[in-house]
């Protein structure tokens, strides 16, 4: 379909920016992404054990990744203005310089220049790659394409952490790294030879004559409303995520190796997730499964204290929170990709800054909803964040397709 002059929505680059082998290509380097982004958490101990410093100045890693990843919007912003494939290169090239000054760190300082470089990879790569996506793949099947590029993310943890977990044990923290340094690099190559340029966006149609608008296209207030809809899905997640393992341990008894099982479990359902969205968001319409994602998520949320009587009904709920939320935030990735076309990479952006934020505030009140009122007030909350997206959703967020005025 060509796109009428001056109109918003990019122009459509070749047929082969959505075949399978340039959403291999993708695939790749998103499980790279994610390896380095997921392994770290479990294995943090050990990493400050090799580096001889504690626990608490070790985590300063973490906080280094994420105020870089906190600058999200930028690198969005520099995607729309220089090309989406020119930021997702810039984004492998930083996986791979950061994850081989990490993987040869010899102190402290070294190892916070490579985090820094790993939030900046993830952070750049994953906007633009996006966009790049929805540049080049109709609406119609935009859904499915994006859900499997998004099995990257239970994949890197089913496959990577436990990978992980024996070459730390083998050869100590820093050997994980270079594995991520290979993929990345491969990923960075095959990237440049194999994904065909979209070139630059197409800044946007001008306002009409005498129009008085005031916003750029991503800050019209629908889309601000879109973004707050992803801010609560991961926050009412993430405000359960902080304490399940503790949940875990004091009302089962479980040992550390045992909650390592029951995470392997949550990787399962966010596969099922995500496998779920690219089999049923096109079909059924983005927003209509994102609302029917979130209603169901409401439910898992209150009956997660029901099922908690005993372990198998405990792991189910656990389970079915994740796979609801995990459905529902996948199938949100398509229709934001429409509701600003002409200034996808920055709405994309926005979203990755607005769901960390999502996390850290959920990460700082999981932990005191559960000393003040245990497991089901943090049920409570979730579901209560998970009901007011779901009612965002329905009243203020409208499905945009191609060429649709407003």
Known sequence: MTAPANTSTPATPPASAESPRTLGVILLGRIALNLQTRFVYPFLPAISRGLGVPLETASLLLTARFLVS???????MLADRVGRRK??????????????????????????????LLGFSKASYDPAMQAYLADAVPYERRGRVLSLVELSWSLSWFIGVPAAGFMIAAAGWRAPFWPI???????LIATWRLCPDCGHPDPGKPAAPGSRQTWPTWAAPSTLLALAVTMLLVFANENLFVVYGAWLEDKFGLAITAVGLASLGISVAELLGEGAAAGLVDRIGKRRAVLGGLLLNVAAYLLLPRLAGELAGAL???????LTFEFSIVAFIPLLTELAPSARGTVMALSVAIMALGRLVGS??????????????NAAVSAGAAAVAALILWLWVREKRPNQPG
């Open 364 to 377: 700082l009140s999981g932990p005191r909803l559960w000393r003040v009122g245990g497991l089901p007030l």
């Open 316 to 322: 189910i709920g656990v389970a079915a929170m994740f």
């Open 70 to 76: 906190a600058l999200s919007p930028l690198y969005g």
């Open 87 to 116: 930021m997702m290169l810039a984004g492998l090239a930083a996986l791979v310089v950061g994850a081989v000054l990490a993987g040869i760190a010899p102190t402290f300082g070294v190892a916070l220049a490579a985090f820094a």
């Open 181 to 187: 340094a290979g993929l990345g690099l491969i990923g």
